[in-house]
């Protein structure tokens, strides 16, 4: 599973197929190990090469590199792109991974994958996320869960506060804590679903949920 820096390479090649010295500079990381993770990147099949000259410099041609043609659709950074296209990504993590960040603003994609990938092991067990808030200060989410994950994705997901400062709040409940609250006319569950933008929703939870709030 990419991370770290290795996302930061498939951010980079999927807005600008480039050289592994121009990825070297851009992250200011040897060539060596550029060339290292390029290659295991490639032998993953996230990214793909092509030898190119350039019409300047005598030698041989260099590699250049690029996302897969599955991958370039969603590019990570094109916004409503991860929704459409993400299932033609074999891996379930990172397939939900471009998924959610198809929503978020470039300014705060940062942001967002820090918060996805330090608790990706308790995202796996929502089944729908729904972004109510995206400001450059922070931002709030509604997930769904079952009884059974519950109190521990609430004890873990709900607060997060990133090393650059931006915060995270997640409100954590079930379908069911959502059907009975909107059937008493809750302001606060009318609320969430009147503002939640669903970033995450491959069983259909808030189409369920919308018709207990009209």
């Known amino acids: 599973m990419p991370s770290g820096i290795k996302l930061s390479i498939l951010e980079h090649v999927a807005t ?26 490639e032998a993953q099949e996230f990214v793909k090469s092509e030898a190119k000259a350039d019409g300047i410099h005598i030698g ?25 296209f993400a299932s033609n990504i074999i891996d379930p993590q ?25 608790h990706n092991q308790y995202l796996k067990h929502v089944h729908a996320i729904g972004m109510i808030k995206n400001e450059s200060e922070g931002a709030e989410f509604v997930a769904i869960t ?9 004890q873990n997901i709900s607060n997060y506060k990133t090393e650059k400062g931006f915060t995270i ?11 009975e609250g909107l059937k008493r006319n809750d302001d606060y569950y009318k609320r969430l679903m009147k503002k939640a933008i669903p970033m995450l929703d491959n069983r259909g939870v808030f189409e369920r949920l919308g018709e207990y709030n009209k």
């Open 16 to 41: 600008k197929p480039s050289s592994a010295t121009e990825v070297a500079k851009k992250l200011k990381i040897s060539l060596p190990y550029a060339l290292n993770l390029l290659t295991l990147l």
């Open 60 to 84: 041989k041609p260099k590699k250049i590199y690029s996302l897969k043609e599955e991958l370039i659709e969603i590019t990570l950074l094109g916004e409503g792109f991860g929704k459409r």
């Open 94 to 118: 990172l397939r939900t991974y471009f998924q959610f960040l198809s929503f978020v603003s470039d300014l705060n994609k940062v942001n967002f994958s820090e918060y996805y990938w330090k």
């Open 146 to 154: 079952t009884a059974e994950h519950l109190t521990n994705l609430r």
């Open 169 to 179: 709040a997640c409100w954590v409940h079930t379908e069911e804590e959502f059907i």
